[in-house]
């Protein structure tokens, strides 16, 4: 689920503010000794369904804890709900749909309490089978403020039934690969591109998630792009990604201007596709089927880089605990993560609900979904890639940052303004004088 633009962003000094004035230590157990915690579901009927059920069977096994749930407020945006609740002092203790952008600007605010210093984490951790996933994770102070539910790879669609066509007979694994298979579809069809994808002349920050990251972690072998307040991108890796969309210009096998379905309608032979698409197409693109007319694959590489556990970024999102909730709240917040993820079978309940892939090491070989990725095996590469997937920047300013990688880079190259090498300087300046600010 693509994460939409916040429109909204308090500052930190207001959100410090107002925590200051929040309570950590009270009583936040009724007469009767329950404590009562306020988790908020995303603004999606299915998630809100799935808490309700975990909610309720959990209360039926710890009658001293209350789980109320409801839907997470979205005024302008779900993170504008947040920030403004945390404002007015009426947080939830713990909320999902958060990705690990938005947890840093929080973090940054003290609003958010580290997960690994409540007691049962790292039991969590192990009980999920998720100790290899959760080290991406990891924030610039070492802290873990979010619980991944959910990891989407982001993985590429090729359409291997027009690449046959046009004499490709192997879905392309390497920038070269992948200009060949340009030259050999630009004989074949003339008005056909490799990739039709309008966002890549949009400065959008979220875009970039889906287009550049995708290719910068695979070409840097997962290297982290910002580390704290430092930029430490790979140079090379960074230069390389946009000399192949300079290279694909070149051959005018790029189109960024808007066309109706160009991947279904086979005008572009190569997008990026996340899990919640197959449902889509199942209504409305019957005839895109999985292995026949379309195939799924990680990112292309350099032609120096390893074809083999190859990185790519990571859609997620998950859960974190808020700093205004009472020391009571968040050993029953923790208490309540460790009943949802200690049975593999609500993991599968979420996946059948949602089809979105749990953040889990096992979930490609854990027995307990073996049958569901039996009968919906355009999601196993999915599950596959999950170990090597990146999740976003953890940097307050992720907006702005992502915003000079369009603006500087992507889009100048695209447009052949600039060359790879200026387009990434100048992208550097840019982001390195944000940091700094």
């Given amino acids: 689920m693509k994460m939409k633009k916040s429109s909204l962003f308090l500052s930190t000094s207001i959100l410090a503010a107002a925590l200051a004035g929040c309570s950590t230590g009270g009583d936040s157990g009724s007469e009767d000794g329950t404590t009562t915690i306020e988790f908020w579901a995303a603004p999606n009927p299915t998630q809100q369904v ?72 790292e039991e969590l951790l192990q009980n999920r089978s998720m100790e290899e996933t959760i080290k991406t994770w990891k924030f610039a102070d070492d802290n873990q403020y979010v619980m991944p539910i959910y990891s989407n790879p982001m993985l590429f669609g090729w359409r291997i039934d027009v690449l046959k066509e046009a004499g ?57 792009f910002i580390e704290g307040d430092q930029f430490v991108a790979d140079d090379a890796a960074g230069v390389g990604v946009l000399q192949l969309l300079a290279d694909l210009r070149e051959r005018d096998v790029l189109l960024t201007k808007q066309a109706t379905d160009p991947f ?115 999601l196993k590469p999915y599950a596959d890639a999950i170990p090597n997937a990146i999740p976003s920047i953890d940097n307050a300013k992720y907006n702005e940052l992502q915003t000079h990688i369009g603006s500087m880079a992507v889009n100048p190259v695209v447009e052949g303004t600039t060359s790879p090498e200026d387009g990434w300087e100048e992208m550097k300046r840019a982001i390195e004088e944000e940091l700094n600010k």
Wanted: charge should be negative; hydrophobic fraction near 40%.
């Fill in 50 to 121: 799935y808490w309700e059920e975990m909610a309720e069977a959990f209360e039926k096994e710890n009658e001293d804890i209350k789980v109320e749930v409801s839907p997470m407020k979205e005024s302008p945006t779900s993170e504008a709900g947040i920030q403004t609740a945390i404002a007015g002092k009426s947080a939830p203790t713990m909320s999902e749909n958060i990705n690990r952008g938005f947890a840093a600007q929080l973090a940054e605010s003290k609003a958010l309490v580290p997960l690994n210093e409540i007691e049962g984490f």
């Fill in 264 to 378: 279904e309608s086979g005008l572009g032979v190569f997008t990026d596709i996340g899990p919640w698409t197959f449902s889509y197409w199942e209504e409305k693109f019957p005839e895109m089927v999985y292995g026949e007319t379309f195939d799924l694959a990680l990112p292309p590489v350099p032609d120096d880089v390893s074809t083999e556990n190859v990185n790519t970024f990571a859609d997620t999102k998950g859960i974190v605990v808020y700093a205004s909730a009472t020391e009571e709240e968040r050993a029953a917040a923790m208490e309540f993560m460790n009943f949802v993820y200690s049975d593999p079978e609500n993991d599968l309940t979420w996946l059948e609900t949602t089809k979105l892939p749990p953040a889990r090491d096992d979930l490609s070989s854990n027995e307990a979904f073996t049958a569901f990725f039996e009968e919906n095996p355009e």
């Fill in 168 to 224: 490709v007979e192997e879905v392309p694994k390497t920038y070269s690969e992948m200009l060949e298979a340009a030259d050999k579809l630009k004989v074949k069809f003339p008005d056909k591109y490799i990739w039709a994808k309008p966002d890549l002349a949009d400065p959008t920050a979220w875009k970039r998630w889906f287009d550049f990251f995708m290719l910068y972690d695979a070409a840097s072998g997962g290297n982290n």
